[in-house]
């Protein structure tokens, strides 16, 4: 585990040993303020599992291959050339991404309307497009194929929310900032995710519910890197590729859609549980349920 998020593991321990120095101070801040307006407030500390699916579409901006490629000649003389003088690689099209993501989350109400967190978590799925092969000197090992990518790994961040609301009807905000360090690839996945939401507390009509509607924006950054040995190439190209020395992959890619709408919900079990679930709609398709536990 890395260094970065073993400090995010603190600061969840954190969050949940503060809860038992609560009687001693109020939290949030200005919580009697905010009863007192008849703001029905959550215990301040809270703990959560959350498990979320995730597909959308991927413009795959170049894919390259490095290396030294052994060529044959008379005499029994060998020379290296360069892989990319031997194979030219060109991305067709958009691509799909695949993720699965279990998380631990901290976090605290500081303030009635200002939630802070830190997240931990597991991160499993993979990343496919289709390349364009042209084999220099051979047409047939030239084509289209599918390449795709396992992407496997620890993610941690942190972020904030900020909520609002006038009678039974509310809104937030959740803001949060996240890097994956993945297992078999070189570097990480850094994402933006910024959600608006607004909707409806059904608790005064006698149900413990909440519905709303909202927006997904997600700003992510993939630069991945490897060996060509690890993503397991197969048929002409895996031959190619096979016998490269110190074989290398880079790959740019970005979400082709940045926005998508949301639809949730959140029943209160008991003051202190609560079970929410949302989705997804449109081009990034997604599924969402967290168990919540207040302190």
């Known amino acids: 585990m890395s260094q970065r998020a073993l400090s995010v593991l603190c600061l969840l321990f954190l969050s949940y ?10 939290l949030p801040i200005w919580k009697d303020e905010a009863e007192a307006r008849g703001y029905d407030l959550p215990e301040a500390f809270g703990l959560n ?6 597909t959308q579409d991927i413009s795959v901006d170049s894919v390259g291959f490095e290396g030294s490629y052994p060529i044959d000649l008379p005499f029994g003389h ?8 031997v194979v030219q690689i060109e ?14 989350r901290g976090d605290v109400w500081l303030f009635p309307f200002l939630n802070l967190y830190g997240i ?26 599918p390449f795709r990518l396992d992407l496997n790994g ?40 910024i959600s608006p ?17 909202g927006a997904m924006y997600q700003d992510v950054e993939q630069s991945l ?27 740019e890619q970005h979400l082709v859609t940045p926005w998508n709408p949301l639809i949730g919900m959140q029943y209160k079990l008991h003051d202190r549980l609560y079970l929410l679930g949302e989705a997804g709609l449109g081009d990034r398709k997604s599924i969402f349920f967290t168990v919540d536990m207040r302190f």
């Open 17 to 26: 040993s503060s809860s038992l120095f609560a009687e001693s101070f109020t």
């Open 49 to 54: 599992i959350s498990y979320m699916k995730q």
């Open 78 to 85: 060998t020379i290296n050339v360069p892989l990319g003088d």
């Open 91 to 104: 991305p067709v099209g958009t691509g799909k991404q695949m993720s699965e993501v279990l998380t631990l």
């Open 120 to 145: 931990v978590g597991q991160l499993k799925g993979y990343s496919e497009t289709t390349i364009k092969v042209k084999a220099l000197g051979s047409e047939k090992l030239s084509g289209t194929m």
């Open 154 to 193: 620890t993610l941690y961040g942190a972020g904030f929310v900020l909520a609002g609301g006038y009678k039974d009807v509310f809104a937030l905000a959740d803001a949060s900032y996240t890097e994956t360090d993945l297992n078999v690839i070189d570097g990480s996945i850094k994402s933006i995710v």
């Open 197 to 213: 939401r607004i909707g409806y507390d059904f608790n005064r009509l006698g149900a413990p519910l909440r519905l709303w509607v």
């Open 225 to 251: 890197s490897g060996n060509l040995t690890d993503i397991g190439l197969t048929g002409a190209l895996g031959n190619i590729v096979n016998k490269v020395d110190n074989g290398r992959f880079n790959v």
